[in-house]
């Protein structure tokens, strides 16, 4: 059974920073796109991240590019999410989420429905 764990979420204040990790369990990943997602209450999934099969290509939300890096082991069958100058609105549940596809560009690969794999979410509340 194919499992993604997410950790690391937590209360911080504005401006601080939280390190989320993801592990994989029941298959590799190492060949496949993988990415984080948010959703705050009332609002839909939203992309933040994207990373390659090999971790030299990235791609971002605009509201996170330059605070936020994503970055993959695959050695350890994992990705995280660093997150730097931490804002209220970041506020959301975060979801680690896994293709199967091999992908040769990820640009395009910002929706929820193209990942068919997803953990259970952890929460990241930032306060003002």
């Known amino acids: 059974q194919v499992q993604l764990v997410e950790s690391g979420g937590g209360l911080v204040q504005a401006g601080g920073s939280l390190r989320l990790s993801c592990a994989a369990s029941g298959r590799t990943f190492s060949r496949n796109t993988m990415g984080w997602f948010r959703q705050a209450p009332g609002k839909e999934r939203d992309f933040v991240a994207a990373?390659?099969?090999?971790?030299?290509?990235?791609v971002y939300a605009d509201s996170v590019k330059g605070r936020f890096t994503i970055s993959r082991d695959s050695a350890k069958n994992s990705v995280y999410l660093q997150m730097s100058s931490l804002k209220p609105e970041d506020t959301a549940v975060y979801y680690c989420?896994?293709?199967?596809?091999?992908?040769?560009?990820?640009?395009?690969?910002?929706?929820?429905?193209?990942?068919?794999?997803w953990g259970q979410g952890t929460q990241v509340t930032v306060s003002s």
């Open positions: 990373i390659n099969w090999s971790g030299t290509n990235t």
């Open positions: 989420a896994a293709r199967v596809a091999v992908d040769t560009t990820i640009v395009r690969l910002t929706s929820y429905s193209v990942y068919d794999y």
